[in-house]
């Protein structure tokens, strides 16, 4: 999460198939630029009204984005095993944007030799 952040809130699932990893902040306009670079993306790959966490994985951290503020979100898609990110942000309060983030993971199965 961006360097200042406060508060840091974060869950995470696990299972034999995938781990999920929920994480929740408010930053500024300069710790969202620069979190989102090291993500390999730009606050202008945020997409205007854009929910791009689903909301059966919001709705497994009480996440709501049924409200009617300025939305944006970018999917960072990447190759196995490496962690894709969904995001979402809320420019609710000017200057302040708070940062939605499920990163997950999918793992490969490996034959077990008998």
């Known amino acids: 999460m961006p360097i200042g952040s406060t508060p840091v809130y974060y869950y995470e699932t ?12 408010r930053t500024n306009n300069w710790g969202l630029t620069q979190f989102l670079a090291a993500l390999g ?16 994985q919001a709705a497994k951290v009480g996440w709501d984005f049924s409200a ?8 960072v898609d ?12 809320s420019d609710d309060e000017p200057g302040h ?3 939605y983030v499920v990163s997950a ?10």
């Open 97 to 99: 944007p708070v940062v």
């Open 14 to 25: 696990n299972s034999w198939q995938t781990s999920s990893l929920f994480v929740q902040s």
């Open 68 to 75: 009617d503020w300025p939305w944006r979100g970018v999917t």
């Open 41 to 56: 993306t730009s606050t202008a790959a945020l997409k205007k009204g854009a929910l791009t966490i689903a909301p059966e």
């Open 78 to 89: 990447r190759p196995a095993p490496q962690p894709a990110q969904r995001i979402v942000v």
């Open 105 to 114: 993971v999918r793992f490969r199965s490996v034959p077990v030799a008998s």
